[in-house]
Nanobody, 124 residues
Framework: QVQLVESGGGLVQAGNSLRLSCNFS????????MGWFRQAPGKEREFVAA????????YYADSVKGRFTISRDNAKNTVSLQMNSLKPEDTAAYYC?????????????????WGQGTQVTVSS
């Protein structure tokens, strides 16, 4: 069973940066594409960013393209989301997700596993 544990959320002012991390355990990390989703109060969970199992491809939502960067470290079984130029509309609970053999060439939509989430609040 895969376990995903997020960290790095918090309160930050608009324009600043935050880095989220997700630790993966329980299966072979290198077989899984990894992604990030978010859910704001009263809204549906939405795709943010993802990268393929082999690290070659990345996919971003238009709303974060150019501001957020996803990366993975196969030696540490972690995936990170560097968030720059944060906006109040980025405020949400952010969830890490794992999708077996996901290639990163389209938005991740049905991951096999979810983390518990970490809250990001951006003040104006």
């Amino acid at each position: 069973q895969v376990q995903l544990v997020e960290s790095g959320g918090g309160l930050v002012q608009a324009g600043n940066s935050l880095r989220l991390s997700c630790n993966f355990s329980g299966r072979a990390f290198s077989n899984y594409g990894m992604g990030w989703f978010r859910q704001a109060p009263g809204k549906e969970r939405e795709f943010v960013a993802a990268m393929g199992w082999n690290g070659d491809s990345k996919y971003y939502a238009d709303s974060v393209k150019g501001r957020f960067t996803i990366s993975r470290d196969n030696a540490k079984n972690t995936v990170s989301l560097q968030m720059n130029s944060l906006k109040p509309e980025d405020t949400a609970a952010y969830y890490c997700a794992a999708d077996l053999f996901y290639r990163g060439t389209y938005p991740m939509s049905r991951p096999n596993y979810w983390g518990q989430g970490t809250q990001v609040t951006v003040s104006s």
